[in-house]
């Protein structure tokens, strides 16, 4: 969806500022006959109230010390940029011109629409790497389920594990760390601390990418390399000071397709998918 013109976010930003002091029909009269609101047209207020209205903005009047953060934020939310934020915008030189756009009409600087973008892209993130994570847990287990394969959803319990699945196998149990994605093309996840230790200190541990599709529905199933892991983390260089959390963009040769040790013979009996059928996409 487009960013509003420029007017109609400069007249949504007014709406808010008069609504929660003036009834509705005192806020048009007030539009209409004071001079310092005569730069604006009567039809952009009305479609600013409109766009107000989609937005739920007037369901429930936001008491938001700045108002200008919030009309930004909503008006940049469903660009085409937004959701790759972290790739695409790492300056507020990098700010796409819609969003410069957006930031002049509402009074914001470079520098506040630039935090304000990351502000809003770190929540709706993390949400929706959440909401994946769990898609992508849940399909392994029902995986490892319809293989036979006692599974036991550890995570559901507690995050402290080190690992969210657990398999239990006739000569030992896998401990399977399940990351998910829904972007082809693309295999990028965060792996904390305590999951990376927990990967050192047991030989049964596995970092399972698991590539969902549309309706986060499981379409392909690979394995980490551990070994490219422990080679891209980044090295504590003080005692004093430690990562808790890394980003990693996994590399095509560290990809094995399916679950490593489930995807060779005689495991017929094993879910194709997590043999590695179809392999992981390139």
């Not at 909503?74 to 930031?103: H, K, N």
């Not at 389920?145 to 030992?172: C, E, F, K, W």
């Not at 392909?220 to 959390?245: F, H, L, M």
């Amino acid at each position: 969806m487009p960013v509003p013109p420029s007017p109609v976010l400069k007249a949504a930003l007014r709406w808010l500022e008069l609504l929660p002091r003036h009834e509705l029909s005192r806020a048009r009269a007030l539009f209409r006959s004071l001079p310092e609101f005569n730069d604006i047209s009567p039809t952009q207020y009305e479609a600013a109230y409109d766009w107000l209205q989609e937005r739920k903005f007037l369901d429930s009047l936001p008491h938001s010390t700045d108002l200008r953060t919030t009309i930004f934020t909503a008006a940049i939310a469903d660009t085409l940029w937004f959701s790759d934020v972290d790739v695409l915008i790492t300056q507020p030189e990098d700010l796409p011109s819609d969003g410069l756009r957006a930031a002049e009409a509402v009074g914001l600087s470079n520098e506040d629409a630039f935090a304000a973008v990351w502000h809003s892209w770190r929540k709706v993130d993390a949400a929706q790497r959440a909401h994946i994570g769990r898609a992508g847990e849940k399909a392994i287990v029902n995986l490892l389920s319809a293989s036979g394969i006692p599974a036991d959803h550890v995570s559901q319990h507690s995050d402290g594990y080190g690992y969210d699945v657990s398999a239990t196998l006739p000569d030992r149990t896998l401990h399977l760390e399940i990351k998910a994605t829904n972007k082809r093309g693309q295999l990028r996840f965060y792996l904390s601390r305590n999951e990376f230790e927990t990967m050192r200190r047991d030989p049964d541990w596995i970092l399972v990418a698991v590539r969902l599709n549309t309706e986060l529905e499981p379409v392909s199933v690979a394995t980490v390399c551990r070994q490219w892991i422990s080679e891209t983390v980044p090295a504590d260089r003080k005692a004093n000071g430690r990562w808790e959390s890394v980003r990693l963009d996994v590399a095509a040769s560290a990809i094995c397709p399916g679950i490593s040790r489930l995807s060779s013979p005689p495991a017929t009996s094993v879910h194709g998918m997590l043999r590695g059928e179809p392999p992981w996409p390139g």
